[in-house]
DNA sequence: TTTGTAATTAACCATATGGTTAAATTAAAC
DNA sequence: GTTTAATTTAACCATATGGTTAATTACAAA
């Protein structure tokens, strides 16, 4: 039920940077260059670098070329993965509420019909 | 729109490692004590230890006392965040493509016009 | 072919992560 | 009060992260 693929590793890694979020959060918007992405951010260019390789393992995004720009694009199916685990996760939690639900009901139940004996 | 919580490092970061991974989806079927989060698990029990503390930073778990035990409770305030964030996210490149495929209406459209010229 | 702009690589540094073993703590049980 | 079980803390180590500056590469434009 609960997804434990690698691939999940290296993206919540990823995600777990208030500028890598940023950055994708930029992208989500549009493609842009790495000057583009670094704008906003208080960090130098090679540490802009870094982070753009880390995304680019966890395959959020990819690149392209253009002349001396080399483009980022966000790709949506890493967050799809990221958001089907905390759903499975979702899920598990859900249904153990409900069964304590229905515990809790019987036990009502029972209770009443102790009571009226 | 997009969210830029703090919180989200610690909880994305936390997400980041499979052992926490497997730790979370193991507390979503109920409460467990630290011995029960370790038995799967390939490591030594302080090696544990430092995971749940890691959990316990991002929220994503509590904790009580009984006797010796030291039980973990599955917290879902923070991953109802993360998954928010990632659907802000989707929101915002939804629009964009949304916005595109209008865009490549319009020139649909106007090339057949010009057609008729 | 020189110059300017975009981006990356290299080298370095500090701190954080993720693991270990050994010792200490906490609390029940005998 | 001694023993036993559950867990944490301490001390240590290797590697990864996240940043810097300086040098290098890639490419367009003059």
Redesign the pocket.
């Known amino acids: 039920m609960v997804n434990y693929k690698a691939e999940l590793n290296a993206i919540f890694?990823a995600l777990?940077?208030p500028?890598r979020r940023a950055m994708l959060a930029r992208l989500g918007k549009g493609e842009a260059?790495?000057?583009d992405l670094a704008q906003p951010l208080d960090?130098?260019?090679?540490?802009?670098?870094?982070?753009?390789k880390?995304l680019e393992r966890a395959k959020l995004i990819s690149?392209s070329?253009n002349?001396?720009?080399?483009?980022c694009q966000l790709q949506e199916a890493p967050l799809n993965l990221a958001s089907d685990w905390i759903e499975d996760q979702r899920k598990v939690w859900e249904s153990r509420l409900d069964r304590l639900d229905n515990y809790l009901h019987t036990l009502h139940a029972n209770s009443k019909k102790g009571a009226k004996k």
Chains 1, 2 share one sequence.
């Open positions: 890694m777990g940077h500028a260059t790495v000057s960090m130098s260019l090679p540490a802009v670098t870094k982070h753009l880390v690149r070329k002349a001396q720009w080399r483009p």
